[in-house]
């Protein structure tokens, strides 16, 4: 190999090493969401559906959840590429604030709309337990959510 080879392929290692070093730091500053972020465990939904629910057979597949909503949505973007408006959701009614956490999409009423977006806070105040939540592919988020304003938390997508 001629030296200008061997200088060729040293520059293109170290460009490609600056970027898994400029990649990791936006990743661990929370700069890149969503469909890129998939180390973070912070967007990890609960398990709301445990395997032994889950009957695959030939012809179909069935998945035992009690009192399910089948959902569609909007296609505002806001979700995206998670959610998108192609999407099947199955969500259910959670029972109580203790069923919600950090990294679970919910679905709640402000200002007469419907909005489903990720839990990114959980936390206690003098009014009682809340919610922070944001759209993945949003910068702000929507202010404190109580449990008497979530319809539902999603527990299954199909496409």
Not at 39 to 52: G, H, L, P, Q, R
């Amino acid at each position: 190999m001629d030296a200008f080879k061997k200088v060729e392929l040293g520059l293109l290692a170290a460009v490609f090493l600056l970027g898994v070093v400029f990649y990791i730091s936006l990743a661990n500053s929370g700069t890149i969401s969503g469909f890129f972020a998939f180390n973070d465990e912070s967007k990890a939904s609960s398990n709301f559906i445990e395997e032994d629910s889950i009957e695959a057979y030939s012809d179909r597949v069935v998945i035992h959840i009690d009192d399910p909503i089948i959902t569609r949505y909007a296609d505002s973007g806001s979700m995206e590429p998670f959610l998108s408006k192609t999407a099947n959701g199955v969500e259910i009614k959670p029972r109580s604030e203790n069923e919600i956490n950090i990294g679970d999409v919910i679905t709640f009423e402000k200002d007469g709309l419907l909005i489903v977006h990720r839990v990114i806070e959980k936390g206690k105040d003098e009014k009682g337990t809340y919610f922070v939540t944001r759209g993945d592919n949003n910068n702000i988020d929507d202010g404190k959510i109580r449990f008497e304003e979530i319809e539902s938390v999603l527990v299954g997508i199909l496409y």
